[in-house]
């Protein structure tokens, strides 16, 4: 687990990338995100917002780091969640439940959660805790271009 404390600043870059309104939005709501594509534009568009994240920022590596995040307040950055079992997300979900008032989960997904949960391999009540916000993460060369949803609503309209 990697930690970091620390002030607000600036967001940079990711301003002129998501309109401003949206932007303040994102930043301000202090709901979860969750982070969609590939690991290195999404680990990309949650570096350049976490600045304004509150801390402590503690990152937790689903399926590797044992045990559930140990962190009581501040910001939680989950990576590769689609790496837990059925018995570790359930887990998770009690978990998020104890600490929704005190953490802001951020989550990065590199896959499909939503045809995850069709599939029977994702439970529903994780997917729609950790997509509060959607940021799809799309990377080209050395700049990320993200796109936020907001609202819980899965792709393909369905809700």
Known sequence: MRSRTGGRSQPGEIARLIPGKDLRRL???????????????????????????????????????????AIERGTLVIEDIERLDLDAQRALVAWLEGHASRVRVITLATGDLFASVAAGTFIDQLYYRLNTIVVDAVGGDDRVAPRLRLGSRPPGGRS
Do not use: C
Request: aromatic share 4%.
């Open 27 to 69: 930043l301000n709501s202090g709901a979860n995100l969750l982070v969609r594509g590939e690991k290195s534009a999404a680990t990309a568009t949650v570096v350049a917002l976490s600045a304004d994240f509150p801390v402590p920022l503690v990152t937790w590596i689903a399926g590797a780091d044992a045990g559930l995040p």
